[in-house]
């Protein structure tokens, strides 16, 4: 039991070493100059490990993804039990864009960005099956049980308006560069895009 523990360690040490290869590589020459046979060879792993975890190099940002939502869905619980669900959407996303900006950084949105669009590749970025569309569906759905939210549109319609508004700031953010203030603009369009659903006082 105890070997059997070992292995298990000793493979996700091994699948974390390749994604970290593989993103930093991404970052640095981009995603379409980056060759599995090289990730292997610098991760100093083999390819049957590399095809053990992932069925293409576009699954290690699959699973990045999975860990930063993992960490969207820890932020909700930490989100005050008294506020808002305005201000809760407010908080959810300054914490996407501040973990995005530290934790990713531009060079690896932009990779992202790219590799979305290429054709027959996963599109993990508008999967409405996600853990931040199912959490920002859920403070809107609740925003709109309590009279804080209009009903004009649905909770979906909704959700993928504000999805939509996060997704555009992080293109904008790897477009204007380092000029642009990710934190304080993403703020803002969600504000504004709040400030059309919100039922008047």
């Not at 970052?27 to 980056?34: A, E, L, P, T, Y």
């Not at 599109?123 to 925003?143: N, Y």
Request: hydrophobic share 40%; charged share 30%; with cysteine.
């Amino acid at each position: 039991m105890s070997r059997f523990t070992l292995r298990q360690k000793k493979a996700l040490e091994t699948k974390q070493r390749i994604i970290e290869t593989a993103l930093d590589l991404f970052s640095r020459k981009g995603f379409d100059r980056v060759t599995v046979d090289e990730i292997v060879k610098v991760s100093k792993t083999s390819k049957g490990a590399f095809y053990v975890h992932f069925n293409s190099k576009y699954e290690i940002f699959l699973e990045k993804f999975k860990e930063i939502d993992e960490f969207f869905a820890n932020v909700t619980e930490t989100l005050p039990k008294e506020i808002s669900m305005y201000e809760k959407i407010l908080l959810l996303n300054q914490s996407q864009m501040t973990y995005l900006k530290d934790s990713l950084g531009m060079d690896l949105i932009r990779t992202v960005y790219m590799s979305a669009l290429i054709p027959n590749q996963p599109k993990f970025l508008s999967d409405t099956d996600r853990s931040l569309f199912r959490v920002v569906h859920s403070l809107v759905e609740e925003g709109q049980e309590t009279g804080e939210f209009k009903k004009d549109l649905s909770a979906q319609e909704i959700t993928m308006l504000i999805t939509r508004c996060m997704r555009g700031t992080l293109y904008d953010w790897a477009l204007f560069g380092e000029d642009f203030d990710l934190v304080e603009e993403g703020q803002k369009f969600i504000r504004t895009i709040l400030s059309g659903i919100i039922t008047k006082a």
